[in-house]
């Protein structure tokens, strides 16, 4: 524990770089709590070491607690702005590109049940499609397949 107290300014930067690690790296940013405390223990372990705040227990606990909390208060807006800002991705699938015959015709904006590994999917088209025609999968969703007719089959 001496080695601990000794050391408290160092210790508070190890800790500090541990936290934010751990929040970035294997959480992705997921809770910002970890990020406010490590940047917190970070900027108290480089001011204990500066000796603008004294390097006592008492002092550590004091000044994290009121960094935490100035720094959340100041930074939760933009964190929760970069947070937000994620691009919908398509959902990548390997029935995308899949072919098969249509057991019956299809029309724009309508939907026919096809079977295929033990599930029944809604297909659907942007084009009219005869019965037995050739498709391909062009897209996948939760139970659905969009379907283009294959040009020459």
């Not at 550590?60 to 929760?80: D, E, R």
């Not at 599930?119 to 084009?127: D, F, H, K, L, Q």
């Amino acid at each position: 524990m001496s080695l601990f107290t000794e050391h408290l300014a160092e210790t508070l930067i190890v800790v500090g770089l541990a936290l934010l690690a751990i929040e970035i790296l294997v959480l992705g940013f997921s809770t910002f709590v970890l990020f406010f405390v490590g940047l917190a223990a970070l900027v108290t372990g480089g001011l204990m070491y500066i000796s603008l705040v004294p390097a006592t227990l008492f002092g550590a606990i004091g000044s994290m607690a009121v960094l935490t909390a100035l720094l959340a208060a100041i930074l939760w807006q933009p964190m929760k702005r970069i947070q937000a800002k994620t691009e919908p991705e398509q959902v990548t699938s390997d029935l995308i590109g899949y072919r098969f015959y249509l057991p019956e015709a299809l029309l724009p904006g309508e939907s026919i049940t096809y079977r295929y590994s033990g599930i029944n999917w809604n297909v659907r088209s942007n084009a009219p499609i005869i019965a037995k025609q050739e498709v391909e999968v062009t897209k996948v969703s939760v139970g659905e397949l969009e379907v283009r007719p294959v040009q020459g089959g």
